[in-house]
């Protein structure tokens, strides 16, 4: 049976864990527990949330001026940042598709021994570069028109390739 982590491990926690880093950071904007309640909390010593109070100073207080919202605190709600998680899947991606290729995991005729498994990465990886395309806006709009009666679409000023049309008057 795995023992509980030290202290160093969950203060290290607390700042690594969004989730954590923002509990706290909620509980130290609240005022309504001291900084050695919210210590035991998270099983860190009193001056372990001093510390984290000090360097998190400036969004407590946004926080308590109500300048920010708690959705702010998380990192998903920041595209730069979501695009940035992306990016580092893809490069991760990239590093095991490469490996995959490398000539010590093919079999004689150069195909990969577990050629599942890179097809898996490709899509995985063409996922999420497609949804970083859909994040930054770079995917036409699809429209989906369902009807048992047929349907007619006529858009005004707008050519079949997209392009504007110009007005005739």
Same mark, same amino acid.
């Given at each position: *049976?795995?023992?509980?982590? &030290?202290? $160093?491990?969950? @203060?290290?926690?607390? $700042?690594?864990?969004?989730? !954590?880093?923002? +509990?706290?950071?909620? *509980? #130290?904007?609240?005022?309504?527990?001291?900084?050695?309640?919210?210590? /035991?909390?998270?099983?860190?010593?009193?001056?372990?949330?001093?510390?984290?109070?000090?360097?998190? #100073?400036?969004? %407590?207080?946004?926080?308590?001026?109500?300048?920010?919202? /708690? *959705?702010?605190?998380?990192?998903?709600?920041?595209? @730069?940042?979501?695009?940035?998680?992306?990016? &580092?899947?893809?490069?991760?991606?990239?590093?095991?598709?490469?490996? *995959?290729?490398?000539? /010590?995991?093919?079999?004689?005729? =150069? &195909?990969?021994?577990?050629?599942?498994?890179?097809?898996?990465?490709?899509?995985?990886?063409?996922?999420? !570069?497609?949804?970083?395309?859909?994040? #930054?806006? +770079?995917?036409?709009?699809?429209?989906? %028109?369902?009807?048992?009666? =047929? @349907?007619?679409?006529?858009?005004? =000023?707008?050519?079949?390739?997209? &392009?504007? %049309?110009?007005?005739?008057?």
């Amino acid at each position: *049976m795995p023992s509980d982590p &030290t202290p $160093e491990i969950k @203060a290290r926690r607390l $700042e690594r864990s969004t989730r !954590l880093r923002n +509990e706290c950071i909620e *509980m #130290l904007a609240a005022g309504e527990r001291t900084q050695a309640e919210i210590g /035991r909390h998270f099983g860190v010593a009193q001056s372990v949330v001093s510390k984290f109070k000090t360097k998190h #100073l400036d969004i %407590i207080q946004q926080l308590q001026r109500g300048e920010i919202e /708690r *959705m702010q605190l998380l990192w998903v709600s920041d595209k @730069a940042r979501r695009v940035a998680s992306y990016q &580092t899947e893809i490069e991760h991606l990239d590093e095991l598709i490469e490996d *995959m290729r490398d000539e /010590r995991i093919v079999d004689e005729y =150069g &195909t990969p021994v577990d050629s599942d498994s890179l097809v898996k990465l490709y899509k995985r990886r063409d996922s999420a !570069l497609r949804a970083v395309a859909e994040e #930054l806006g +770079e995917l036409p709009a699809r429209i989906i %028109i369902s009807s048992n009666k =047929g @349907a007619k679409l006529e858009i005004e =000023g707008v050519g079949a390739d997209g &392009t504007p %049309i110009a007005d005739h008057v």
